[in-house]
């Protein structure tokens, strides 16, 4: 039943809304928005809905183009990848393939999939949650090519699923593999023929995003043992950092959390159960990358939600079991410098100046974020089960889902 900054510069925010979410992370991967005028207060009721209609379970976030939206979804031992209209939610058509789970997979905390598709050219990829990924054309949902990325690499299955979405670069499609196969691979986004290979390195459920250092383009991967750089046109390991425990008792290298890359040179990589937030400053020295590790600190912990860098401060939810509250974080030095109570494993977009957080309860908020905390200008529940995640914003028109639902919600001021 469908119901009808500092870290931003000026030319960013002056650049007309965006009108397409095509990936993991928004437009530039960062969580961060070209958005219209959002409204700074909402009705008692909430924002204005727009539609809400049932959807199957899954954690994977919706990306969006050309007024249509895709996400996926599992149904009994069944996974969709699917294209709905952005203006009603009628779903426009499915892919569907058959992904029964294998004897010891761990969902206790929810089904998949948990990765994120990809639009780029004419096709949409998808990944589930046994690394079976799918890219299909995105006006009709017919098959291109696939790719059973565990199966035919032999790679090591983390038990709790699949989680690393795909990433485009040029006319390729890359995603993680893991040992004893190649980390990464790189297909040619028309026909899945393999382009590139990395070293072996173990994999983990962080997806990897793109920096440019001395005029040069990496891809930046937070695998399970290492934070590592790759050279985008061939794959090969330009240099790694291990990850280590912050001296805890826990070091289960649960690495989920998307890397930050700040144009200073840092690079913020997190996660929980001991390993901790650190930064490395990265430095091209001709043909190779000198890195350095600023800072190492526990509290910096970002388990499974996104982290975001604007001037001088990181925030994120920091925290693994029990309540993560959302966190301020010095940059330079690793401090926290003050934690909000009031949204707890929150993921988070930024636009217009602005936060929209949501919480794993399905708590929306608007906050501008300040020295000293988040001024809260409005909160509204907006979501009934787990909301593990991340909002997209298109103009000001807001999608959001749960283990259940998805809905969308107008978050535009009045002329």
Known sequence: MLVADAG????????????????????TRDFKVNSGKLAERWPTS???????????????????????????????????????????????WEFAYDAPYPPKMEMQYGDGPHATPLITGDVVCGTGTLAQLHCVDKRNGRLRWKCDLWQE?????????????????????????????????????????????????????????????????????????????LDLESGALLWKHPITAAGQQWNFHFNISTPVWSSDGLLFVSSAYGIGGRVLQLR??????????????????????????????IYASTGHLGPAFFTAIDARSGRVLWKDRRFSHASFLYADGKFLILDEDGKLGLAIPGAAGFNLLAESDVLRGRSWTVPTLVGTRLYLRDRYRIVALELGAAD
């Not at 699923?161 to 040992?179: K, M, N, T």
């Not at 980390?183 to 983990?204: K, Y």
């Open 8 to 27: 931003v510069s000026l030319s960013l925010i002056a650049q007309a809304p965006n009108q397409d979410w095509p990936q993991w992370g928004g437009p």
């Open 153 to 229: 690499y032999g790679a090591r299955r983390i038990g709790v699923g699949y989680s690393s979405s795909p990433v485009a670069w040029r006319d390729l499609v890359i995603a993680q593999v893991g040992e004893p196969g190649p980390g990464l691979i790189a297909f040619r986004r028309e026909d899945g023929s393999e382009a590139w290979r990395s070293p072996v390195l173990r994999n983990s459920s962080s997806t990897p995003i793109f920096i440019r250092l001395g005029g040069r383009e990496q891809l930046i991967a937070y695998m399970h043992h290492e934070v590592v750089g």
């Open 46 to 92: 909430g924002p204005p809905k727009v539609w809400e209609r049932p959807l199957g379970l899954g954690h994977s976030a919706i990306v969006a183009e050309g007024g249509r939206l895709y996400t996926m979804y599992r149904r009994g031992e069944r996974e969709f990848l699917i294209a709905m209209d952005a203006a009603t939610g009628r779903m426009l």
């Open 284 to 313: 091209a020295a001709g043909d190779r990358t000198e890195v350095r590790q600023l800072w190492q600190e526990e509290p910096a912990r970002v388990h499974k939600e996104n982290a975001m860098r604007i001037g001088d401060t």
